[in-house]
């Protein structure tokens, strides 16, 4: 049974840094994307924000390139979100994502098999 556990959010200032952590068990950390996702407050609608692909590749949408990156630690089979000079547009609830999982479904084109309970960020003066 895949697990994914978030930490780390928290508000923050605009311009400001935060570093989400998100561990992960019951998956094949080598094999496995590892991702987030952000629910759009007040829309209901979710987007994939960055992954961690198997490859060791990258995706970043749009809105967070330059200044979000994605990776993940293999020895601590822990993911981590690196947000920097967050915007308030990037407000949310973050969930670390999977394609590993016992789920199916499709957000942006990224197939998704779990996710964890979500985190959120504020982004506030």
């Known amino acids: 049974q895949v697990q994914l556990v978030e930490s780390g959010g928290g508000l923050v200032q605009p311009g400001g840094s935060l570093r989400l952590s998100c561990a992960a068990s019951?998956?094949?950390?080598?094999?496995?994307?590892i991702g987030w996702l952000r629910q759009v407050p007040g829309t209901g609608r979710e987007e994939v924000s960055c992954?961690?692909?198997?490859?060791?590749?990258?995706y970043l949408a749009d809105s967070v390139k330059g200044r979000f990156t994605c990776s993940r630690d293999k020895s601590k089979k822990t993911g981590y979100l690196q947000m920097n000079s967050l915007k308030p547009e990037d407000a949310g609830v973050y969930y670390c994502?999977?394609?590993?999982?016992?789920?199916?479904?499709?957000?942006?084109?990224?197939?998704?098999?779990?996710r964890g309970q979500g985190t959120q960020v504020t982004v506030a003066s």
């Open positions: 994502v999977s394609s590993a999982g016992a789920g199916f479904w499709y957000v942006d084109g990224f197939r998704l098999g779990s």
């Open positions: 019951g998956l094949l950390f080598d094999y496995d994307n």
């Open positions: 992954v961690s692909r198997r490859d060791n590749s990258t």
